[in-house]
């Protein structure tokens, strides 16, 4: 019989899906099992429309395999195909039958078929270098047999085959280029295939499987008792679960099957803290089953980590991770979408952005926002426990695209209150402010502890002012990117103006500064370029110095990116230093006296309260050594 040709284009799409729009081998079974279960799916139609003969208790789809052959066969009882739909669905590649029958069901809902683009069945050839089917369409007394060795052809011809429906027979490739073809034809591999990517496919699907067991051999041991010994057979067992779990009610899914269902598949220890469950219908319908984890994995802060939500048409696989229906901001998040509106291209491996995928991944996002604020809420300390291993996430989704999400997270972030000593929202921060109050502000440090300490805080505090502490990298860039919140400024305690003093406070310290130029112009002088300017200090009580900063770079921000490594640009960010002297304080006084009497001693004296100042601020000294045999020397 004469080979036929596939037409140019088919020809050439044969070849490009071959070798470039598959990423992943595997998936062949994927496509071979969705197009048995369109053909269930077709027939079943029928068997309601027509009443014809048929149960449905009867359909199934299976996957067989011979070792030594090199073969794969899938096999249904659907529609089948005669002469006719053999050419049109498997001589032209990119037409789809099942396409095809999908636009004249339009009108009814309850349709649903998986395969919309008519090159899932080319992916055979990722393996195969021969494939066969043999169909019979139902009601009709011909059967048929197509093969094809790839892009050069295929033939047509009658063949036996008792019952109606298709059997696609794949014979495997060589092993070769490295490439183990051999792993496929293996009893393991093909289950698991099987339950990766098609557990959920509505019709059972059967495989003979080795089972063993312990039985008796007819014969006894020494002691009489009957001997035993391990024997295997063939069973042939349903290996797809059917009804995935988010598909069911409520009532059909408790919380504890739920739990259970994450545990098994995200491979978590703990229970979520919370499950939310989604059945969007409208322009765009999907189901899904989102977690919020407890613990965040290992590697959950590397480049390791791969987030994403696993992403199911119709039950069958489309994506494990698929990261374009998950903002970043919630990346913790775990859990699957199933809708059968998706727009998929050619491949169903590689998505199509389009507005369904927006809309879906724009709902998504409110859900997850609206029950971490109901758990915020109504169950702190489970919020509490989450928010110990994904709070910085929530943070860094504030940062990231230059504050894209900052609206999303903003209510959800917590920092530590030093008046109320716990772990507080901005909400919550401003709800307490006492009257006069115009700003949050907020204290850098490495510690709740070590903020504490800052002698910056004591003018904050003394107005009854409360304080927040920033303890983490990313917190100041945080509300630095959100700048304000319910319209109140947030304010650095180590910055230049903290908005405390009063007109009149600000004309007597302008007053008493002017007074002291003399000796504050020294102490620069002495100081140089290590500091922009130095000043009498309205914000010490008690303490003699510290460091303040001029400009959008904080002393936080200059020891961050002094620590990342291999970035020497990095390093190069400096904060525009301000040495502040309490006027009131002993030392002050002693450096007065000094001034007048011993300029040496002043000099050393000025040095001294730098570097005091840089280690109050946990700031790195040039040189220690140096710096103690000034101490010295004042003895």
């Not at 729009?21 to 053909?39: P, Q």
């Not at 994450?262 to 978590?268: A, I, L, P, Q, S």
């Amino acid at each position: 019989m004469a080979k036929k040709q596939f037409k140019a284009e088919s020809k050439q799409l044969l070849n490009l899906m071959i070798n470039s729009i598959y990423t992943h081998k595997e998936i062949f079974l994927r496509e071979i099992i969705s197009n048995a279960s369109d053909a269930i799916d077709k027939l079943h139609y029928r068997s309601i429309t027509e009443n014809l003969p048929v149960s449905r208790e009867d359909f199934k789809i299976t996957v067989s395999w011979d070792e030594d052959a090199r073969t794969i066969t899938v096999a249904d009882n659907g529609i089948g195909m005669n002469k006719e739909s053999m050419e049109s669905n498997l001589g032209v590649i990119a037409h789809s039958g099942s396409l095809d029958f999908k636009k004249t069901m339009e009108e009814n809902p309850d349709v649903d078929i998986i395969g919309q683009f008519g090159v899932g069945f080319y992916s055979a050839f990722l393996v195969s270098d021969k494939v066969t089917v043999r169909s019979k369409a139902y009601g009709e007394d011909t059967a048929w047999c197509w093969t094809s060795e790839g892009a050069d052809g295929y033939t047509i011809k009658e063949c036996d085959k008792p019952d109606y429906g298709t059997e696609v027979e794949m014979h495997i490739k060589p092993d070769e280029d490295g490439e183990d073809y051999s792993d496929f034809v293996d009893e393991y591999r093909l289950k698991e295939l099987v339950k990766k990517y098609s557990d959920y496919v509505r019709w059972p699907i059967h495989m003979m499987l080795e089972k063993g067991a312990m039985e008796e051999t007819g014969e006894k041991d020494e002691e009489g008792n009957p001997k035993k010994e391990w024997k295997t057979h063939l069973e042939d067992t349903v290996v797809n679960s059917m009804v995935p779990i988010w598909q069911r009610s409520k009532e059909d899914a408790s919380d504890e099957d739920c739990m259970k269902f994450y545990r098994e598949k995200f491979r978590d220890f703990e229970d979520p803290v919370s499950i939310i469950r989604v059945n969007a219908e409208g322009a765009v319908s999907y189901k899904a089953m989102l977690f919020i984890p407890k613990v965040a994995p290992y590697n959950f802060y590397s480049r390791d980590f791969e987030p994403g939500l696993q992403l199911y048409s119709s039950g069958v696989m489309i994506m494990d991770k698929c990261k374009d229906v998950l903002p970043d901001c919630f990346r913790f998040v775990r859990g699957v979408v199933d809708s059968p509106d998706l727009s998929l291209n050619i491949s169903r491996e590689m998505l199509q952005h389009d507005r369904q995928l927006s809309t879906i991944k724009s709902n998504i996002e409110k859900k997850i926002k609206n029950e971490l604020a109901r758990l915020l809420a109504d169950e702190r300390d489970k919020y509490l426990e989450f928010y110990k291993s994904f709070g910085t996430q929530l943070k860094y989704g504030i940062v990231d695209g230059y504050g894209a999400k900052a609206d999303l997270v903003k209510d959800l972030v917590l920092f530590h209150s030093m008046s109320q000593d716990r772990l507080v929202t901005l909400k919550e921060y401003v709800e307490a402010m006492p009257e006069g109050q115009s700003r949050i502000y907020y204290a850098s440090a490495e510690s709740v502890a070590r903020a504490k300490q800052l002698p910056q805080t004591e003018q904050v505090r003394d107005k009854g002012y409360d304080i927040i502490c920033l303890t983490e990298d990313v917190d100041e860039f945080a509300v630095r990117t959100l700048r304000q919140y319910d319209e109140k400024d947030f304010c650095d305690i180590a910055g230049n103006d903290l908005g405390i003093e009063t007109e009149e406070e600000k004309k007597e310290a302008d007053a008493k500064e002017e007074e002291e130029k003399e000796i504050l112009d020294f102490v620069k002088e002495t100081v140089g370029d290590k500091v922009s300017s130095v000043k009498l200090s309205r914000k010490l009580k008690t303490h003699a110095v510290c460091l303040s900063t001029e400009g959008e770079v904080s002393l936080e921000m200059e020891k961050y990116f002094a620590s990342i490594p291999g970035a020497p640009e990095m390093n190069q960010v400096k904060a525009q230093r301000v040495l502040e002297i309490n006027g009131s304080h002993p030392a002050f006084e002693a450096l007065k006296k000094a001034y007048a009497e011993d300029k040496g001693k002043a000099a050393d004296m000025a040095k001294i309260m730098y570097v005091q100042a840089l280690l109050i601020a946990g700031m790195p000294v040039d040189d220690i050594m140096d710096y103690s045999d000034l101490v010295f020397k004042l003895f």
